[in-house]
Every structure is written in structure tokens, then in C-alpha cells.
């Protein structure tokens, strides 16, 4: 079964930013660095690729009032095309990467991690829920839930 999930680890380059699309939904975008460093004929060399990042719902405003440039955190995810045509008629595509989960690493950082308020209706369905509800994003853009719903938590 093809699957197309990425786990990258990385510094944030630029701040989130916190947009809402126009029915209400709450997306964050930002970039993000990944440096690899390799030895070839004996010297260090360092590639470095950038990514960016977009993150729905609940996951991205706690993105956005959480990280900042600099910051270095681990995203898991899937990668999407996206393609449009300019105003002067040229073809442009992006790979994004669109983000499950994001955390901090812990590598050279120490956090504290604070346990938002459950909202009604969980992250994944069940009507009714705070504003945040993954429920009215559009199907292409729906996570698969990591446990099937119902009133509990997964941990």
C-alpha cells in the first residue's frame, strides 16, 4: 500500500503565521531547515534543504502561539502537490509538507508542556466541537485519525 509519510527534523526559519480560511478554519504555514552533514574524501560537507510546513486546526494554532524562528522541532507528516497558474499564465507547483504532528526536540532544549482544555467533539468529528474541529477542512486535507475517536483520548 503506497504511503507517503515524512518525519523531518529541523529549524523553524521563519515565525508560523496563523491564517483562517473563509469558513473559519485555522491554518499555519512555516518554513523550516534540515541540515545534513556528511564526510566525503575526508571532508565535513553540510547540505541543507528547506521545507515548508502547513498545519491544520487545533495543531496549528497550537503551532502558532508555540514556535518561533529558531526553534528546532520534529514534524510528521505527509508531503502534497500543489499546482496554479499565475496572472501572467505560468505554471508553478509546490511540495509542501502537511503536518500531523510537531513537537519540540529535546536535543539541546528543555520545555515545559502545557495541556490545553479538551474541546467538545475532540480533534477528529463529532459536531458541535470548538472551533477548531477538523471536521469542515476538506476531505483532501484530512489527517486519518490515530485512534478511532469516541469520547476518549489517546493517551
Known amino acids: 500500500m ?5 518525519t523531518l ?6 515565525d508560523p503565521e496563523l491564517r483562517f480560511t ?3 478554519q485555522p491554518i499555519a504555514t512555516f518554513g523550516m531547515a534540515v541540515n545534513r552533514r556528511f564526510q566525503r574524501n575526508g571532508q565535513w560537507e553540510e547540505q541543507t534543504s528547506f521545507f515548508n510546513i ?11 502561539s508555540s514556535l518561533q524562528k529558531g526553534a528546532r522541532v520534529l514534524v510528521n507528516g505527509r508531503l502534497e502537490q500543489r499546482s496554479w497558474e499565475t496572472q501572467e499564465g505560468e ?7 502537511v503536518a500531523d504532528e510537531i513537537g519540540p526536540s529535546l536535543r539541546w532544549a528543555t520545555v515545559e ?6 474541546r467538545e467533539g475532540g480533534e477528529f ?11 469542515s477542512r476538506p476531505a483532501s486535507n484530512e489527517p486519518t485519525p490515530a485512534y478511532a475517536g469516541g469520547d476518549e483520548e489517546p493517551f
Open 125 to 135: 468529528g463529532g459536531g458541535g466541537g470548538g472551533g477548531g474541529a477538523a471536521a
Open 113 to 118: 508542556v502545557t495541556k490545553n482544555e479538551r
Open 22 to 24: 473563509p469558513s473559519g
Open 91 to 97: 505554471k508553478r507547483s509546490v511540495v509542501e509538507v
Open 9 to 14: 527534523v529541523g529549524n523553524i526559519t521563519r
Open 54 to 64: 502547513t498545519a491544520w486546526g487545533t495543531l496549528g494554532e497550537n503551532a502558532s
Open 2 to 6: 503506497p504511503d507517503n509519510t515524512v
